[in-house]
């Protein structure tokens, strides 16, 4: 037998200071490279403590959306820290995290953040502890509570010594074997490296050249990173490891063991159990907004679903469509897809590049690329505004159909139209209907009638306009001035 490091996934609620704690324990600043200061994917760390021990952290989401992502955190680890700030208190992920924890049943310690704060109240959080029957020492039962300002420096070391003793107590050692194991945490499609694995290794020492299977995929190790970025060839018992050589993206929570090619190939499952790409429909109306949702991993796509499932309430008389969930950049097939089915691109944590952004502007494709998930929401809110506001919340008094459109640039697109009813004026604005769907808004810079600038055409005229708007215009379209 020999000992290994302690696992511990930091748990708790958004913005309650995981990652700060992070920060104050490795001396360095993890939480400025965070989108919007929250967490999104989970990170493993291993710091090496005055002891000369080393731990290995795993950091999880706070946000609502992020459970499936932080129950498989806590699933990899040994011991838990249940992050609560002393100001604030028990709030509703603190509760979703504990029952993660409770559900892995491995221990766990109380961390009181932001003891620094005037407004902290340590008892007052204590007495709620026990509320939700977590019995901290000092309280009648045995579970750790350390109290300790990130931001200060302070009570850092004390946990630290806790969690090594926590450690020794439960026993945490593994034999000495060549049977390897592990457990993937994050995963995800790089466009130019594949599909990559965050995993833990659980027994054994992981090495390049290794093969290795999972539930739904497998492949040989042909690089291997440690949490620095750094190229390793082998990982021990308890290392965070990113490995590349899998043939396809394995499910997250899902072990991987190390195994021969003959028996890797065997292990595959008949169905893949990924979870993507795929396709749900969340409500049914004749109102429809098609989305294809893209995410640089996929438990990033599970997190989304919970965001849209949640939206999904204050739109009770539209269909939120996905048409393809998927992971990985965006691309021409993606883009092709959307122009067909006129629906919505949404990135998450990705990119589109030079060639991809001029296809999509091509095919007039609508598209947001996100770096934080609360985002999500106001974007629904817009997408929703824009296609579905009510035709009479602007007062009609011209419609002009789109015959040809000449110039796009930056200043805006030359089109040439035919009124079809009432009149249309300079500097007017109006809607862009398409296929009976409001989809944006614009207004008009120049408009000529007989190529001489004029301040009103009527119905039955041609003429030729310089707009601006939220969308290009394509032949076809239908603009509604007010």
Same mark, same amino acid.
């Not at 965070?240 to 499952?269: C, F, H, Y």
């Not at 006129?342 to 609508?366: C, D, P």
């Not at 110039?407 to 035919?418: C, D, E, L, M, N």
């Given at each position: ?22 920060? +104050? ?54 011991? +838990? ?11 509703? !992920? ?200 893209? +995410?640089?991993?996929? +438990? ?112 805006? !697109? ?34 000529? !009638? ?17 707009? !601006? ?14």
């Amino acid at each position: 037998m020999m000992k290994k490091p302690p696992v511990v996934a930091v748990l708790g609620h958004i913005d309650h200071g995981k990652t700060s704690l992070l920060d +104050a324990i490795r001396k360095t600043n993890l939480i400025q490279k965070e989108a919007g200061g929250i967490t999104q994917s989970i990170g493993a760390y291993q710091v090496l403590t005055p002891h000369k021990r080393l731990i290995t952290f795993i950091d999880t989401p706070g946000h609502a959306a992020f459970e499936k992502i932080r129950s498989h955190g806590a699933k990899a680890a040994d011991i +838990a820290l249940l992050v609560i700030a002393a100001d604030e208190g028990i709030k509703p !992920q603190t509760l979703e995290a504990l029952n993660d924890i409770k559900k892995s049943s491995i221990p766990f310690i109380v961390v009181l953040n932001k003891i620094d704060k005037p407004e902290a109240n340590p008892e007052k959080v204590k007495q709620e502890l026990a509320s939700h029957e977590v019995m901290v020492e000092g309280w009648g039962g045995q579970v750790p509570v350390v109290e300790v300002s990130a931001l200060k420096d302070k009570g850092i070391n004390e946990l630290l010594d806790i969690i090594l003793l926590l450690a020794d107590i439960e026993g945490l050692n593994v034999k000495e074997t060549n049977m390897v194991n592990g457990i993937v945490i994050a995963s995800g499609m790089d466009s130019k490296r594949g599909a990559t694995a965050t995993i833990i290794v659980k027994e054994g020492i992981l090495k390049v050249g290794d093969w290795v299977s999972a539930q739904d995929t497998y492949g040989k190790i042909r690089a291997m990173e440690n949490f620095e970025g750094k190229q390793i060839n082998e990982a021990p018992p308890a290392t965070p490891v990113l490995i590349l050589g899998m043939q396809d993206v394995p499910a997250i929570g899902g072990q991987i063991v190390i195994t021969s090619e003959k028996e890797a190939k065997n292990r595959i499952l008949p169905e893949k159990s990924s979870d993507f790409p795929k396709a749900i429909t969340l409500a049914k109306s004749e109102r429809v907004i098609k989305f294809i949702l893209k +995410a640089r991993e996929g +438990a990033l796509l599970d997190a989304i679903d919970r965001v849209i499932s949640e939206a999904q309430k204050n739109f009770p008389d539209i269909t939120l469509q996905f048409i393809l969930q998927d992971i990985g950049d965006i691309s021409t097939s993606d883009i092709d897809l959307a122009s067909r089915f006129n629906a919505v691109i949404i990135g998450f944590q990705i990119t589109a590049n030079a060639k991809m952004k001029e296809l999509l502007k091509q095919k007039n494709v609508y598209y947001k690329l996100i770096s934080v998930i609360y985002e999500i929401s106001d974007i629904l809110k817009e997408i929703v505004q824009e296609r579905f506001a009510p035709q009479k919340s602007l007062e009609a008094y011209g419609e002009l159909n789109v015959l040809a459109v000449y110039i796009t640039s930056k200043k805006g !697109q030359v089109i040439g139209g035919r009124v079809t009813k009432g009149i249309i004026k300079k500097n007017g604005v109006f809607e862009i209907k398409r296929q009976d769907t409001i989809i944006g808004k614009g207004n008009v810079r120049n408009l000529q !009638q007989d190529k001489k600038d004029a301040s009103t055409v009527e119905k039955g005229k041609d003429c030729g306009l310089l707009v !601006q708007g939220e969308i290009p215009l394509q032949t076809g379209d239908v603009l509604i001035f007010s």
